[in-house]
């Protein structure tokens, strides 16, 4: 499991987040939610290597992880799906996945099976350009790509922002799949609260940088929750 604690993090002089801590258990989905600005990117900067943290600790599985840099977070099998999906819009679907292997050795560099029977849309789409893709085609392949690692903790950004119900559906069937195979940890960041406490296992609530309430969804009711959303 990941094991966040005490984290704070700064841009520059600002200190935007403030004694986070966050757990996440292999075989469930931990949301994190609050309104915009609260620090959910930052945070997933954070336990994802993309920013460094000016205090706190993380560990996966009990082994201390470096968040020196993203390729420390991925060789300690944090992968992160981005917000906005950062698909790069002129490599093919094929291309866009092999960017994932980059801190895999040689011996693991093919798309494993499983990528393609979870999002059977890019395996059509294979040859085609990223950005040519759907948003809602471009956050499945966000998803894949940050799949090809085999990670033991995934972490995704408003996997649902800008995109269409039906494929909302899909990726929640997709997610949902993850979580039961019992292999990783999944962190999901989102504003839309249906779409969260349908799938998610328990909940973690931010308001300006701390945070508010951590519970599981046996204790914490949808009412409860959209009223720790409201300001
Ligand atoms: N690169 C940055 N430099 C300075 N401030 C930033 C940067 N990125 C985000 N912030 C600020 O940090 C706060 C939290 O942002 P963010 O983590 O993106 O929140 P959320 O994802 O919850 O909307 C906001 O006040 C935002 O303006
Ligand atoms: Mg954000």
Known sequence: MLDVRNVDLKYGQSQILFDISLGAEVGKITAVMGNNGVG????????????????GTASVNGSAVQLASAYHAARAGIAYVPQGREVFPMMTVRENLETGFACLPKSDHEIPDFVFALFP????MQTRRGGDLSGGQQQQLAIARA??????????????EGI???????????LELLRDQGEMAIVLVEQNADFAYRIADTFTVMEQGRVKRSAP???YSKEMLMQDLAL
């Open 40 to 55: 959910k990117t930052s945070l997933l900067k954070a336990i994802s290597g993309r920013h460094p943290i000016a205090a």
């Open 121 to 124: 849309v890019l395996r059509e």
């Open 147 to 160: 799949l090809i690692t085999r990670p033991k903790v995934l972490l995704l950004d408003e996997p649902t």
């Open 164 to 174: 269409q119900p039906n494929v909302i559906q899909q990726i929640g069937d997709a």
């Open 217 to 219: 969804k046996e204790s």
